[in-house]
């Protein structure tokens, strides 16, 4: 990719006052037209403009000027930057291409049946479409509802799998658990915890003194009967 001059006009300036070149070398350098130039020279253009010394950013080198000066049908070229700045990412919805564009209001019915939890400016940046075709495919009122299927955008090539479950995890990331669900969030007084403790406590302490007594029954209970069948023996051997 070619590098871009930073500001021409200026850079423009600067090469017309300190320099010997043509107003064609300094147009094709700038990206300018030769009148133009030429209307900098004159003094009809860029008159409250600052020149910029290209030597000094690092976008020209003397000796690239020299041959240029030397040679009036030599184009000058930019220098290759030192450092290598990244590009800006471009910030907006996700490109989607015009053959599946088609396909996103299913994506969409597909991740609000399944992902309920998902905002929809999760669901945008997946599939991307605005949130007013998200609202009219939750309702039931988009154009086309009647024909619309649930389809997973992945299958669709709508979003990878990664980015899907990146989006599930971070909306899933707040959610409560079943069991504060089911109990919910409110807290219990002191009072109301104390007495549940006590409940306990106490429960289990009558389930402990029931068992005691019924405990010593069980055992005069089976004395009892191991006598009763002693003494029937001890008769009928009697009676023989």
């Given at each position: 990719m070619a590098t871009q001059l930073l500001m021409p006009k200026a850079t423009a300036v600067w090469l017309v006052d300190n320099t010997a070149l043509s107003f064609d070398q300094i147009a094709a350098f700038c990206t300018l037209h030769p009148l133009e130039v030429q209307g900098i020279a004159d003094g009809d253009v860029a008159a409250g403009i600052k020149g910029v010394n290209p030597i000094q950013n690092?976008?020209?080198?003397?000796?690239?000027?020299e041959k240029a000066e030397a040679d009036p049908n030599y184009r000058m070229k930019v220098s290759e930057p030192k450092v290598r700045v990244a590009a800006a990412k471009r910030k907006g919805p996700r490109y989607t291409p015009i053959s599946r564009r088609n396909e996103r209001p299913n994506a969409i019915k597909w991740l609000v049946r399944n992902h309920p939890e998902l905002k929809d400016a999760q669901i945008m940046r997946l599939v991307g479409t605005t949130k007013s075709t998200i609202e009219s495919v939750r309702e039931n009122t988009?154009?086309?509802?009647?024909?619309?299927?649930?389809?997973?955008?992945?299958?669709?090539?709508?979003?990878?799998?990664?980015?899907?479950?990146?989006?599930?995890?971070?909306?899933?990331?707040?959610?409560?658990?079943?069991?504060?669900?089911?109990?919910?969030?409110?807290?219990?007084?002191?009072?109301?915890?104390?007495?549940?403790?006590?409940?306990?406590?106490?429960?289990?302490?009558?389930?402990?003194?029931?068992?005691?007594?019924?405990?010593?029954?069980?055992?005069?209970?089976?004395?009892?009967?191991?006598?009763f069948s002693k003494l029937k023996s001890l008769k009928s051997d009697a009676d023989d």
């Open positions: 690092g976008q020209l080198t003397r000796e690239e000027i988009h154009w086309n509802s009647a024909n619309l299927t649930p389809m997973d955008p992945v299958t669709l090539g709508l979003c990878s799998q990664i980015d899907l479950d990146l989006e599930v995890k971070r909306a899933s990331k707040g959610a409560p658990s079943p069991e504060e669900l089911d109990e919910g969030t409110t807290l219990m007084t002191a009072e109301e915890a104390l007495a549940r403790a006590g409940g306990r406590a106490s429960t289990e302490e009558a389930s402990e003194h029931e068992y005691e007594r019924r405990a010593p029954e069980a055992e005069e209970a089976f004395d009892a009967d191991s006598v």
